[in-house]
């Protein structure tokens, strides 16, 4: 089995009207978790939920993920913040 498309998620969520999608499948002896949200809160939700699953399930915590919409969200919060500080910074001068 290849990895579970995030595109089909989206499509299951869009034809069922859902807001959180959590997927489990086997291939014979290999498990597979994937998680799709329609809102970005919705999509760390998703992906908390899964990272609970791969606990439950033994996985490695290296396995655990965030969603790259979370990662794109939060190197931006970074950015942001690093611009914040330099203007407070000019302000105290």
Request: net charge positive.
């Amino acid at each position: 089995m290849k990895k579970i498309p995030i595109g089909a998620l989206k499509e299951f969520a869009n034809k069922y009207g859902c807001d959180h999608v959590i997927v489990f499948a086997t291939t014979g002896k290999i498990e597979h978790v994937a998680t799709w949200g329609r809102s970005i809160k919705d999509c760390d939700q998703a992906a908390q939920f899964g990272d609970m699953m791969k606990d439950v399930l033994g996985w490695p915590k290296s396995l655990h993920a965030v969603p790259n919409r979370v990662k794109r969200l939060q190197e931006r919060v970074k950015e942001l913040e690093g611009v914040l500080d330099e203007i407070e910074a000019e302000k105290r001068g």
